[in-house]
């Protein structure tokens, strides 16, 4: 029986990269969105620029559901190398659309699918003569096919096409025409809609669409970073190459013409924090792009900036390791290496944005974090949400939020004879005042060094001061608790002794499964951590539950034992949820593992993982 | 040791610049380095470079890696910010600095373990970008803080203090320098003040990418009969190809020299330099020429000095970027936060 499901189903594209697909299937799933019905799209790509497969997801869900699902219940299979792996993926009674220009035996196929041929390649070698176009008026022409076949309207596609080519008008008419020979195509040969399809809807609200790197981007502008310092790493490239197309668009001098902000590509990760420390040590507010590579290159730097106490923000957005790992999969396991970065006694302030809206609010907010504290601030993405476009609350600013600068002596204080220490913790809350270099002409000069020191910055090798500086060092990161984004608690309908902590882009999966689980009979107070260090909201929400489960993208359970460690929890109440195979974690996941878990009810502590 | 105090106390008559500063403000701490050390001669020298063109100090900012020459500017210029960061890292923690604010100068002091060794790749990136700084690396064949061990710039076949003999080829800093884009390069000796002093305020001058290879004994693990990094080897080895007068903007200068033998190179500021040619055939402005004298006179066993190339008219870094003329750590919310309105319309654009 073929699958019947209005707005709620999953289409998988399997191309090849190089092939042109991606902006045509960005318009499949943008089209979809405007016709009120949210989408989830993924890219599943593999570490290469041609001739690979590579594979786009896009999950329909009407509830809202924004979590990879699993499975595929329409498959446009427009690869032949992953024809079998491909067809295998797809649920019982599900659909495939195929290029049927060359015959595909019927043993390819499974019995419980419903084949939908058409010949995509014989249709362009008729309407095309060029290669290129040949190949890219495939892509719209599918596209064509599948509005039949979903019922999409084709309306919003050809005003998409016409957003997308504005400027470059001639390209519209073409576009449109090979739209309409892919629907005229679909609409002689099958029944349409199929099973699976479209119904216009009002779920989308006043929802927007885009990347978390693109958000993060745009959250340094409107932070005030300056300087940008990267070195070219997937998935964290495109938030610094984001950030240089908004800073063009947003921060040119209008009489001058000259740049408000100054970009460099190092020449390795190393050379980019150093440039960050340089710039924020000078008062600008600075920041980096990378992957754990990249944060394992900067270590020995970390610790400078932890201890000389230097602003330093530094976008990771996390990939699977370790080593290489898997380079264009998604992962959460950098996450004690962020936390405790660098050789020596150090701690880190983490921020876990859940999605582009809190990726550009982050974003923003790591900058203010950064200078307040005079210390590294990592804001931990992951690809997931930084290479997806995701749906999100639209992007809110104050404009009378002012740039908290922190604690910065200027010339006047210096001028007026207040006292000044480098090191000193003049307010009690650990956080001593700088200046900036060339402040004033004779007064508030400092060392800066990573060897110890004094509270007046001057070297010293001594065991007091040494101690006495790293004790005030830990009051400031006690004092940063109060100012890092709260956890956000999610409570269950009823009364319950279990809790689940989760964060960043676990999230939608695990919105989704909890739904699931309360409708199962099971209720589980949830809490979504979004800082480190953690306030005593978390260790109070552990301490009210027996068990707790800590759902996470990495095969340590490295949130876990930050939790452990930080908050003195006993290990038993803590069962890790540990999803790390490379494919973002998925509702049906968390529900059978903590339903496993639950229903086994041997001991806690235990490991439940996906291998 | 550096935690003893200097005594406060000054001649009342004490000679001033023209801003009315001692040659004492632009001190730092006693130095903690071996009594004779070539690198406190290159302290000395700053300092005096620094005086003497009467710059406000604390518009200076003074980076270095780790090393005993990194350790040095602790006891130069007290009133200026200073940064020791970390190992083989001077260059970008300063390209940084100035990508910040652009109205500084900044004084980079390395070592050849820190520049030519573990930061060699930093060192040319900074050196290619063209930022505005003065690169001094204090060049002495060895490593002093851990007693000894040969450098990246050992020459083949010098000898450490025990009488192992150094198989690997040597880095030449000023060749590296000159063929990734510095726009002012020189080499000097610790030893030669007269050289050293006008050679350091040109660079302070000159707006982008300056380096010095100052080749600075160590007195305690390279100063030996068979090092080619010593006070006597480089004395008797050294060959410089010219000697400079550096001249302020306000002094007039005198035309009194031999055509051909003289030469005045003008600075960005309005300064010049009064090149004094020992060597009549060697031009300053010609990196390729450059090249063929370090090499020429290598191969006859000397040590080339002087100013060996000068680019009068340089870019530097903010000028490829196109930043503004402002320091961009003056802006502030107003000139970097695009504001809702902009944001409402990137909304509109994102459904």
């Known amino acids: 029986m073929p699958i019947q499901s209005v707005n709620d189903f999953v289409v998988r594209f399997a191309n090849v990269n190089g092939s042109g697909s991606a902006s045509a299937n960005q318009l499949f799933a943008r089209s979809i969105m405007r016709m009120g019905v949210p989408v989830s799209p993924r890219n599943i790509f593999p570490s290469n620029i041609q001739g690979l497969p590579t594979w786009y997801e896009v999950r329909i869900s009407e509830a809202g559901h924004m979590g990879a699902r699993g499975g595929c219940d329409l498959l446009v299979a427009m690869n032949p190398e992953t024809w079998g792996e491909d067809v295998a993926d797809i649920e019982p009674g599900g659909y495939i659309f195929y290029d049927s220009s060359r015959p595909v035996p019927k043993s390819a196929f499974r019995d419980n699918l419903t084949i939908l041929g058409m010949p995509l390649t014989e249709i362009c070698l008729k309407h095309y003569t060029d290669p290129r176009q040949r190949q890219l008026f495939k892509n719209i022409i599918y596209v064509g096919a599948l509005a039949a076949l979903l019922d999409i309207d084709m309306a919003e596609i050809e005003k998409l096409i016409g957003e997308q080519f504005r400027g470059k008008d001639k390209l519209i008419a073409p576009n449109h025409q090979a739209l309409h020979l892919g629907y005229d195509y679909a609409k002689a040969n099958f029944a349409c809609p199929i099973g699976v ?415 | 040791m550096s935690f003893l105090p200097k005594p406060k106390f000054r001649h009342p008559a004490i000679e001033t610049n023209d801003l009315g500063f001692t040659h004492r403000d632009y001190e730092g701490a006693i130095s903690t380095l071996c009594a004779g050390c070539g690198h406190d001669s290159i302290s000395a020298a700053i300092i005096k470079a620094v005086y003497e063109l009467s710059l406000p100090p604390h518009r200076i900012a003074k980076l270095s890696g780790i090393g005993c020459s990194s350790k040095t500017p602790t006891y130069f210029l007290g009133a200026s910010h200073g940064f020791n960061s970390v190992h083989g890292r001077m260059p970008s923690v300063l390209t940084g600095a100035n990508l910040a604010n652009r109205d500084l100068i900044y004084l980079g002091v390395s070592g050849d373990g820190d520049s030519a060794s573990i930061g060699f790749g930093q060192f040319a990136h900074s050196i290619r970008r063209g930022v505005n700084m003065v690169y001094i690396v204090e060049n002495n064949g060895v490593y002093g803080l851990t007693k000894g061990q040969f450098s990246a710039t050992s020459d083949k076949g010098s000898k450490n203090k025990r009488g192992v003999v150094n198989n690997d080829s040597p880095i030449d800093m000023v060749s590296m320098a000159i063929e990734l884009g510095a726009t002012f390069v020189a080499r000097s000796f610790s030893g030669d003040k007269t050289q050293l002093v006008p050679l350091i305020k040109a660079a302070i001058e000159h707006r982008g990418a300056a380096f010095i290879d100052c080749i600075s004994p160590c007195v305690a693990f390279n100063n030996h009969e068979g090092s080619t990094k010593s006070f006597d080897y480089v004395r008797a080895h050294n060959a410089a190809l010219n000697a400079l007068d550096f001249i302020t903007p306000r002094a007039p200068i005198s035309t009194e020299y031999e055509p051909g033998t003289t030469e005045i190179v003008r600075l960005h500021d309005g300064s010049s330099i009064r090149l004094h040619k020992i060597d009549a055939s060697h031009n300053v402005h010609d990196r390729a020429e450059a090249m063929s004298a370090i090499h020429r006179h290598k191969a006859a066993g000397e040590i080339v000095t002087g100013l060996l190339y000068i680019d009068e008219d340089p870019q530097d870094l903010h000028t490829n970027l196109g930043t503004i003329a402002q320091p961009l750590n003056e802006l502030n919310a107003p000139e970097l936060s695009p504001g809702q309105a902009l944001l409402d319309k990137m909304n509109a654009a994102l459904r």
């Open chain 1, 197 to 611: 399809h479209l119904k216009r809807a009002n779920a989308v609200g006043d929802l927007i669409f885009l990347e978390g790197n693109d958000a993060a981007a745009l959250g340094a502008v409107y932070g005030g970073a300056t300087v940008c310092a990267w070195y070219p790493i997937t998935p964290s490239t495109s938030l610094a190459e984001s950030f240089m197309a908004y800073c063009k668009r947003m921060r040119i001098d209008k009489e001058t013409g000259k740049n408000k902000f100054a970009i460099v590509q190092a020449e390795d990760e190393l050379s980019s924090i150093g440039m960050v420390i340089g710039a924020a040590w000078n008062g600008a507010r600075a920041f980096t792009a990378t992957s754990g590579p990249g944060i394992s290159l900067m270590q020995e730097f970390f610790g400078l900036a932890y201890f000389a106490e230097i602003p330093a923000v530094v976008f990771d957005v996390q990939r699977g390791g370790p080593s290489t790992g898997i380079p264009t999969r998604t992962q959460q396991s950098d996450i004690l290496l962020a936390a405790y970065a660098s050789h020596g006694d150090t701690k880190h302030i983490l921020l876990f944005p859940e999605d582009p809206y809190e990726c550009f609010e982050f974003g923003a907010q790591a900058f203010d974090l950064a200078d307040r504290f005079q210390t590294p601030v990592f804001v931990m993405l992951d690809l997931d949400i930084g290479s997806n476009h995701r749906m999100c609350k639209p992007l809110k600013w104050d404009d009378s939020r002012q740039l908290d600068r922190g604690k910065v002596m200027t010339a006047e204080d210096l001028e007026a004879g207040k006292e000044f220490g480098r090191y000193l913790d003049v307010d009690g809350d650990g956080i001593p005042y700088r200046t900036y270099p060339g402040t004033h002409p004779k007064r508030g000069a400092y060392f800066t060094r990573g060897t110890t020191k004094d509270r007046y910055a001057r070297y010293t090798e001594l065991a007091a001061p040494y101690i006495d500086n790293m004790e005030r060092l830990l009051k400031k990161f006690d004092t940063a608790k109060k100012y890092v984004p709260g956890p956000v608690l999610r409570k269950a309908s009823r009364k319950t002794d279990l809790g689940v902590i989760y964060f960043g882009s676990t999230s939608a999966a695990m919105h989704e499964a909890l739904d699931l689980l309360e409708a199962d009979g099971m209720h589980i107070d949830a809490l979504r951590v979004r800082a480190f260090p953690f306030s005593a909201e978390v260790s109070d929400f552990i301490a009210a539950h027996d068990r707790v489960f800590v759902v996470e993208q990495n095969r340590d359970g490295q949130l876990r034992t930050l939790l452990m460690v930080e908050c003195g929890i006993d290990p038993a109440q803590l069962t890790s949820i540990a999803h790390y195979g490379g494919v973002p974690i998925t509702a049906r996941f968390i529900r059978k593992a903590m339903s496993d878990a639950v229903n086994k009810a041997t001991g806690a502590g235990r490991k439940e993982t996906i291998g």
